[in-house]
């Protein structure tokens, strides 16, 4: 696969930024280059432990609490590589934006992720930012790479073409009968997402796409970005890492 690292990762710089503890936590910045020449600038949470995860941030939401989730897990021993390919090509933060991410993109974040060292890689996205990459996995999925992906983590994925009436079916984008990463879903109850479970997890298996399911009671789609959240949301945030490393166990337990 060496010729597809086309001057990939560079580290560029090391930062540090307070935690939501006020302890301080040490980043390194990463730059990739991406094919249409867009200099990705990611965020790298180091850790020594032997999980890496290329995490897509929401799109919605407060920033600053997705990073300080994102510290908690870190300091469960999970490395975290936290992408940002919407303000780097300057586009706004909609739903309509992410199409605008290639499957090539995210193909070319996820060779960088593999070959840096032995880690296992996950990637993770959330909402209709489960759509690129899928893609992206799809993609890396097909070129016969020694190393390829752990699994993928969706966060109440949004994967239809279009939302569906209420009681109605609604149709499924492509993209997941061509997936071959094991799949893990986790989706809070308290979202119209959750009545349409059972069909997707159906979807997915008669593409013969490995895949589990896990539901969280009580919470919202994006819990942990929430204006104002509820009390179970809190505390869903709190222990949310140690919920992401069984989630990650079980993702390798899927695994070939």
């Known amino acids: 696969m060496g010729h597809r690292f086309l001057s990939i990762v560079l580290i560029v710089l090391s930062t540090r930024w307070a935690d939501v503890a006020g302890t301080g936590v040490t980043t390194e910045s990463l730059n990739i280059t991406l094919?249409?020449?867009?200099?990705?600038?990611?965020?790298?949470?180091?850790?020594?432990?032997?999980?890496r995860v290329v995490w897509f941030p929401s799109v919605f939401g407060r920033a600053e609490a997705e990073r300080a989730l994102l510290t908690r897990i870190n300091r469960a021993g999970i490395e975290v590589w936290l992408?940002?390919?919407?303000?780097?090509?300057?586009?706004?933060?909609?739903?309509?934006?992410?199409?605008?991410?290639?499957?090539?993109?995210?193909?070319?974040?996820?060779?960088?992720?593999?070959?840096?060292?032995?880690?296992?890689?996950?990637?993770?996205?959330?909402?209709?930012?489960?759509?690129?990459?899928?893609?992206?996995?799809?993609?890396?999925s097909t070129r016969g790479y020694t190393r390829t992906l752990q699994g993928v983590v969706l966060?109440?994925?949004?994967?239809?073409?279009?939302?569906?009436?209420?009681?109605?079916?609604?149709e499924y984008l492509p993209i997941i009968s061509r997936v071959r990463t094991p799949l893990l879903i986790y989706q809070p109850e308290l979202s119209i997402?959750?009545?349409?479970?059972?069909?997707?997890?159906?979807?997915?298996?008669?593409?013969?796409?490995?895949?589990?399911?896990?539901?969280?009671?009580?919470?919202?789609?994006?819990f942990f970005t929430r204006q104002e959240p509820l009390d179970a949301e809190v505390r869903l945030s709190e222990t949310f890492p140690a919920v992401f490393e069984l989630l990650l166990e079980r993702l390798e337990e899927l695994a070939p």
């Open 155 to 170: 966060l109440w994925p949004s994967l239809y073409v279009t939302t569906p009436a209420p009681g109605q079916d609604g």
């Open 35 to 51: 094919p249409d020449e867009t200099e990705l600038r990611i965020t790298v949470f180091p850790a020594n432990g032997p999980r």
């Open 83 to 140: 992408t940002d390919i919407l303000t780097d090509r300057f586009l706004p933060r909609v739903n309509s934006s992410l199409e605008r991410i290639t499957a090539s993109d995210t193909e070319t974040i996820l060779l960088s992720a593999l070959a840096r060292d032995d880690k296992r890689v996950f990637l993770v996205g959330m909402g209709r930012g489960a759509v690129p990459i899928l893609r992206g996995a799809a993609a890396l």
């Open 193 to 222: 997402r959750h009545w349409y479970l059972d069909r997707l997890q159906s979807e997915l298996a008669s593409a013969q796409v490995p895949v589990l399911v896990e539901s969280a009671a009580g919470v919202r789609d994006g």
